[in-house]
Protein backbone atom coordinates (compact mmCIF):
# COMPACT_ATOMS: atom_id res chain seq x y z
CA UNK A 1 0.00 0.00 0.00
CA UNK A 2 1.47 3.44 -0.89
CA UNK A 3 1.19 6.59 0.91
CA UNK A 4 -1.51 8.41 -1.03
CA UNK A 5 -3.64 5.05 -0.12
CA UNK A 6 -3.18 5.02 3.54
CA UNK A 7 -4.16 8.89 3.27
CA UNK A 8 -7.26 8.07 1.64
CA UNK A 9 -8.14 5.90 3.79
CA UNK A 10 -7.31 7.93 6.91
CA UNK A 11 -10.03 10.36 5.30
CA UNK A 12 -13.08 8.08 4.49
CA UNK A 13 -12.09 7.15 8.44
CA UNK A 14 -11.89 10.31 9.59
CA UNK A 15 -15.15 11.31 7.59
CA UNK A 16 -16.97 8.10 9.36
CA UNK A 17 -15.84 9.45 12.61
CA UNK A 18 -17.29 13.09 12.18
CA UNK A 19 -20.41 11.41 10.97
CA UNK A 20 -20.98 9.39 14.54
CA UNK A 21 -20.00 12.57 16.01
CA UNK A 22 -22.82 14.16 14.33
CA UNK A 23 -25.00 11.09 15.00
CA UNK A 24 -23.49 10.91 19.28
CA UNK A 25 -24.72 14.71 19.20
CA UNK A 26 -27.89 14.40 18.03
CA UNK A 27 -28.79 11.37 20.45
CA UNK A 28 -27.84 13.88 23.32
CA UNK A 29 -30.11 16.48 22.18
CA UNK A 30 -32.51 13.95 22.02
CA UNK A 31 -31.70 12.39 25.55
CA UNK A 32 -31.79 16.18 27.17
CA UNK A 33 -35.16 16.44 25.83
CA UNK A 34 -36.47 12.96 27.54
CA UNK A 35 -38.17 12.99 30.54
CA UNK A 36 -36.01 10.52 33.04
CA UNK A 37 -39.08 8.24 32.85
CA UNK A 38 -39.80 8.21 29.24
CA UNK A 39 -39.86 4.28 28.40
CA UNK A 40 -37.67 5.04 25.16
CA UNK A 41 -34.76 6.66 26.93
CA UNK A 42 -32.93 3.47 27.19
CA UNK A 43 -33.21 2.61 23.59
CA UNK A 44 -31.69 6.37 23.48
CA UNK A 45 -28.86 6.04 25.86
CA UNK A 46 -27.46 2.32 24.64
CA UNK A 47 -27.82 4.02 20.70
CA UNK A 48 -25.72 6.85 22.17
CA UNK A 49 -22.88 4.75 24.17
CA UNK A 50 -22.92 2.77 20.45
CA UNK A 51 -22.74 6.04 18.60
CA UNK A 52 -19.93 7.15 21.07
CA UNK A 53 -17.87 3.91 20.77
CA UNK A 54 -17.81 4.16 17.13
CA UNK A 55 -16.68 7.69 17.20
CA UNK A 56 -14.02 6.00 19.63
CA UNK A 57 -12.97 3.70 17.64
CA UNK A 58 -12.74 5.89 14.47
CA UNK A 59 -10.81 8.34 16.10
CA UNK A 60 -8.65 5.83 17.93
CA UNK A 61 -8.16 4.51 13.54
CA UNK A 62 -6.87 7.58 12.79
CA UNK A 63 -4.80 8.07 15.10
CA UNK A 64 -2.78 5.13 14.56
CA UNK A 65 -2.96 5.68 10.48
CA UNK A 66 -1.25 8.94 11.56
CA UNK A 67 1.20 7.11 13.98
CA UNK A 68 2.14 4.48 10.99
CA UNK A 69 2.74 6.95 8.73
CA UNK A 70 4.47 9.40 11.15
CA UNK A 71 7.12 6.34 12.30
CA UNK A 72 7.20 5.56 8.82
CA UNK A 73 8.07 9.24 7.59
CA UNK A 74 10.59 9.06 10.90
CA UNK A 75 11.23 5.64 12.08
CA UNK A 76 11.87 5.27 16.14
CA UNK A 77 12.14 1.76 16.30
CA UNK A 78 15.60 -0.21 14.85
CA UNK A 79 13.12 -1.90 12.23
CA UNK A 80 12.13 1.37 10.80
CA UNK A 81 15.35 2.96 11.37
CA UNK A 82 17.10 0.37 9.14
CA UNK A 83 14.44 0.37 6.68
CA UNK A 84 15.00 4.11 6.62
CA UNK A 85 18.71 3.63 6.53
CA UNK A 86 18.40 1.05 3.25
CA UNK A 87 15.45 3.44 1.64
CA UNK A 88 17.69 5.13 -0.54
CA UNK A 89 19.04 2.56 -1.57
CA UNK A 90 15.52 0.57 -2.82
CA UNK A 91 13.59 1.57 -6.13
CA UNK A 92 10.66 4.21 -5.54
CA UNK A 93 7.85 1.30 -5.76
CA UNK A 94 9.08 -0.62 -2.72
CA UNK A 95 10.00 2.24 -0.49
CA UNK A 96 6.58 3.22 0.88
CA UNK A 97 5.32 -0.32 1.05
CA UNK A 98 8.25 -1.19 3.17
CA UNK A 99 8.26 1.98 5.09
CA UNK A 100 4.55 1.71 6.27
CA UNK A 101 5.35 -2.41 6.89
CA UNK A 102 8.32 -1.63 9.62
CA UNK A 103 6.12 1.01 11.35
CA UNK A 104 2.81 -1.18 11.11
CA UNK A 105 5.23 -3.82 12.50
CA UNK A 106 6.32 -1.57 15.34
CA UNK A 107 2.60 -0.26 15.91
CA UNK A 108 1.49 -3.89 16.44
CA UNK A 109 4.01 -4.67 18.75
CA UNK A 110 3.19 -1.56 20.95
CA UNK A 111 -0.49 -2.55 20.92
CA UNK A 112 0.25 -6.41 22.12
CA UNK A 113 2.07 -3.91 24.87
CA UNK A 114 -0.84 -1.57 25.40
CA UNK A 115 -3.28 -5.12 25.38
CA UNK A 116 -1.06 -6.56 28.13
CA UNK A 117 -1.34 -3.46 30.57
CA UNK A 118 -5.19 -3.38 30.23
CA UNK A 119 -4.96 -6.94 31.01
CA UNK A 120 -3.14 -5.95 34.19
CA UNK A 121 -5.25 -2.94 35.45
CA UNK A 122 -8.22 -5.79 34.88
CA UNK A 123 -6.58 -8.08 36.80
CA UNK A 124 -5.84 -5.26 39.60
CA UNK A 125 -9.07 -4.33 39.42
CA UNK A 126 -10.14 -8.34 40.17
CA UNK A 127 -7.79 -8.43 43.06
CA UNK A 128 -8.43 -5.04 44.53
CA UNK A 129 -12.19 -6.24 44.77
CA UNK A 130 -11.09 -9.72 45.98
CA UNK A 131 -9.39 -8.05 48.51
CA UNK A 132 -11.91 -5.02 49.32
CA UNK A 133 -15.61 -6.04 49.31
CA UNK A 134 -16.34 -1.66 49.89
CA UNK A 135 -14.57 -1.48 46.46
CA UNK A 136 -16.00 -3.81 45.31
CA UNK A 137 -19.84 -2.85 45.75
CA UNK A 138 -18.83 0.46 44.78
CA UNK A 139 -17.19 -0.67 41.44
CA UNK A 140 -20.24 -3.24 41.10
CA UNK A 141 -22.75 0.02 41.56
CA UNK A 142 -20.75 1.80 38.55
CA UNK A 143 -20.34 -1.63 36.42
CA UNK A 144 -22.78 -0.01 33.88
CA UNK A 145 -21.09 3.25 32.71
CA UNK A 146 -17.86 1.51 33.06
CA UNK A 147 -19.56 -1.39 30.51
CA UNK A 148 -21.79 2.18 28.44
CA UNK A 149 -18.42 4.10 27.69
CA UNK A 150 -15.73 0.82 27.29
CA UNK A 151 -14.44 0.43 23.84
CA UNK A 152 -14.85 -3.36 22.15
CA UNK A 153 -11.23 -3.87 22.42
CA UNK A 154 -11.25 -2.68 26.10
CA UNK A 155 -14.17 -5.16 26.49
CA UNK A 156 -12.81 -8.30 24.93
CA UNK A 157 -9.32 -7.69 26.61
CA UNK A 158 -11.61 -7.68 30.15
CA UNK A 159 -13.62 -10.75 29.32
CA UNK A 160 -10.94 -12.58 28.43
CA UNK A 161 -8.96 -11.51 31.89
CA UNK A 162 -12.50 -12.82 33.56
CA UNK A 163 -12.28 -16.10 31.49
CA UNK A 164 -8.68 -16.70 32.43
CA UNK A 165 -9.43 -15.97 36.39
CA UNK A 166 -12.55 -18.23 36.39
CA UNK A 167 -10.67 -21.10 34.33
CA UNK A 168 -7.60 -20.73 37.09
Known sequence: MDLPRVEA???????????????SRALEARLAGMKA????????????????AKEAAAEAAVQQVDLVVARAKNPDDPLGQSVGALSPLLPEPARWPLALGAALIASLARARQLKEGLT??????????????EFATGFKKHANTFRS????????????????????
Open 120 to 133: SVATGLDKAMADDP
Open 149 to 168: IQTPTARKVIDAAQRRKKAA
Open 37 to 52: DDPLRPDAQAALARAK
Open 9 to 23: FRSDVAGLGSRWAEQ
